[in-house]
């Protein structure tokens, strides 16, 4: 067994085509970022992964076994998936509750389950808010404690959807640290993500979609020479040159705004 | 969660002498002896023993009476239709642009014994709950024998009532900076009917991502909530409920006649 995930010839469509002709593979121990446009299908394949969505034609396989409707519990225990909005994702009246869920839903003991929730929200950094409501936690914090309540479960593959988007740089090196933690341990990850820091410093392989198709997929060294990755996590050398150019222009505070602004 | 729904506690807190269970079924026990008690006078007697039992139970009132006050138009409503409604002893006539209105004396009388039954029920049952955190609601509910599905509800509802609400505020302070205020009563109409539809279809969004996390987690229609059982403190509990009912039906009526 190589991989965590192997996906063939995947295609979905929700109007109309979502994700077409994706295949890709995340080996074992491997963290891959996917890259694209909103819109570009990266949620959809995270859900068609874990069988929230059910694909058009294709397969798809977690550790050597296939995503059918019979088999979804098993493969949700393998695999955690982390919502981009933490909102979405915590539900139950405190912390501790939360990050119990899914474990008791296992139907681990008492102690067992005891044992996780302090496991999950230690790594986390975050066991002294066991007992606060879930609607009482910054942003930041409701986002490490919807990754607790996955890593509880203890997942061998994490999906993790934008998993910066809205935090601060501390929220930021605590998430990073935390996934660091697991990857030691063997994880394998895949995560999407807009930045171009992360496709340099934190993937060991890219792929990029477009419009729901494979346009990269490959190491993440050699990604950011190809035009098309570019496109897609941000050619900051343009946009620098375009307010440098804008900034140049000299003020028009009289001219106020309306339908005469240039572009 | 105060603040929009129950007076319920949060975070996870030191449990208290009687068992939620106990405490729940006693607070709707202690609601259903008010509601067959008939004199006003010995309803407003059951209300101040509430309040002093409550209070002697380190009651959070000001949760609890601003949570009941929100429902002063529903009790207004009887107190003040009953009068209008009900009997046939005539006490005096409220002329309107429509033809006089008679006030009946049977009706001023229901009137008040409702209004008062409606006031101490409220306060008897929030004031329970305000002992309880939703955990415990919810084992205790669990404890009675409530369906996994209606418990499965209720939390998420309890849970998520609260965003929706926020995030209604949010919309109605954007509405706010961008002049809603003096738009003509047509485009404020129209904007908050617009606010409404945004709110429905960002909680339908909303409900299935969550229920899609609940799944990712092995949700299957049950809340994996421990029932918290009953206690031995609970007898004290029932006896307190037996001196209530005692009041209700032999003590205050007594004293109300003497």
Redesign the interface.
Known sequence: MTCAIDIIDLNFRYDSFALRDITTQLHIGEQKAVVGLNGSGKTTLF?LI?G?LRPLSGEVYVLDRRVTPEDL?EI??QV??L?Q?P???L????V??DVA??P???GLS?EEVEDRVVEALSTVDLLDL???????LSHGQAKRVALA?VIA?RPKVLLLDEPFAGLDFPMVEAVVDTIERLRRRGVSVLYTTHSRFFLENWADSVLVLESGRVVYDGPADEALREPRVLGQVGDWGRLRESIHRSRTVPLDIDAGLGADMEP | MARFLLPLREGRTEPGPFSPAALFVSAVVAAVVVNLVTEPMVVLSLFFLVLIGGTVARTRWRAVLGLAARFEFVVLFWVLLEPITYGQTVVGVIQTPWGPLPVYREGIRMGILLGLRMVTILTTVLAALSHMTLSDLIGALQTIRLPGIILGSLVIMMRYLPVFMEERRRMEDALALRGLQTGSRRERLRALGSMVGTTIDRAFTRSEAVYDAMKLRGFSGCVPVTAAGLRRTDVLLLMLLGLFALAAFYVFPAVVVL
Do not use: C, I, S, Y
């Open positions: 859900k874990v929230l519990w949700r225990q955690g998936f919502f909005n909102e979405d994702q539900f139950a009246p405190t501790w509750e869920f899914g008791q839903n296992m008492n066991a007992d606060r409501p879930v609607n009482q309540g479960m």
